[in-house]
């Protein structure tokens, strides 16, 4: 069975729920097995009657995913995330976090699913050497994606020249800033995690306050999810978005 080529690929029962949750988009059709997962139970009396439904075999689903992490289910979209086209403002969005060069979809995926977790206002994603946010990504969010409020710039540098001049504190998650015990984080912030290897983009690295975590030793470093998890953690409780 073919589709449709503007149709876009979601699989895994959370992201499916959530997607039909948000209502930003709708699910045109969803591939499943004739022994039919529980979490089907949840997502059925969110979907629209015109929402066709296909029994196939779990390898299947695997081929479609291009992962055999689909929890029996997998779907299309009739539209791709949500993604904002103006910059975001203090006034709104007093607290950010942005993916300089995060390429691996878990990362991206997490880092969304933290964000939102802790009350993070808006999200910043890069045109220029990042990850895409496909349905890998939205899988590790738990469909999370399908809530956040996403802006994509061109370059981290672009982003930064207009989040400086909106009145923003930057900070970044780097090796050899001050410790995160030293810092108060002060809304209106954004936090910049960096790519899984060498961190944060040169061009910007000046641009704000240097942030660390602290660690056993020097030569060993956190995830790039779990680390931007802790400081989104933080600077969320420090800005008041966590009672």
Do not use: W
Request: with cysteine.
């Amino acid at each position: 069975m073919s589709i449709k080529k503007d149709l876009y690929l979601v699989y895994g029962a959370h992201p499916i729920l959530e997607l039909l949750k948000a209502k930003k988009r709708k699910l045109y059709c969803l591939y499943t097995t004739r022994e039919e997962p529980k979490l089907l139970s949840k997502i059925q009396p969110l979907m629209h009657p015109s929402c066709i439904v296909h029994h196939v075999s779990k390898e299947e689903l695997t081929r479609r995913a291009g992962s055999d992490d689909h929890q029996g289910l997998v779907g299309y979209a009739t539209a791709p995330l949500e993604i904002r086209k103006k910059p975001f403002s203090p006034e709104t969005h007093p607290l950010l976090v942005m993916l300089d060069g995060i390429h691996d979809a878990r990362n991206i995926g997490a880092i969304i699913r933290s964000a939102y977790c802790t009350g993070v206002d808006g999200i910043i994603i890069t045109q220029k050497n990042s990850g895409p946010l496909n349905a890998a990504a939205l899988k590790a969010s738990a469909g999370l994606a399908e809530h956040a409020v996403l802006y994509e710039t061109p370059t981290a540098l672009t982003a930064i020249n207009e989040l400086k001049q909106a009145g923003y504190s930057i900070y970044l998650a780097a090796l050899g800033g001050k410790s995160v015990n030293e810092i108060t984080f002060q809304a209106p912030a954004v936090i910049v995690v960096g790519n899984e290897g060498y961190g944060i983009s040169p061009e910007i690295l000046k641009s704000g306050t240097r942030v660390m975590l602290p660690q056993r030793t020097k030569d060993i470093s956190y995830n790039a999810s779990v680390a931007a998890g802790i400081l989104l953690f933080i600077a969320a409780q420090q800005c008041g978005k966590l009672s």
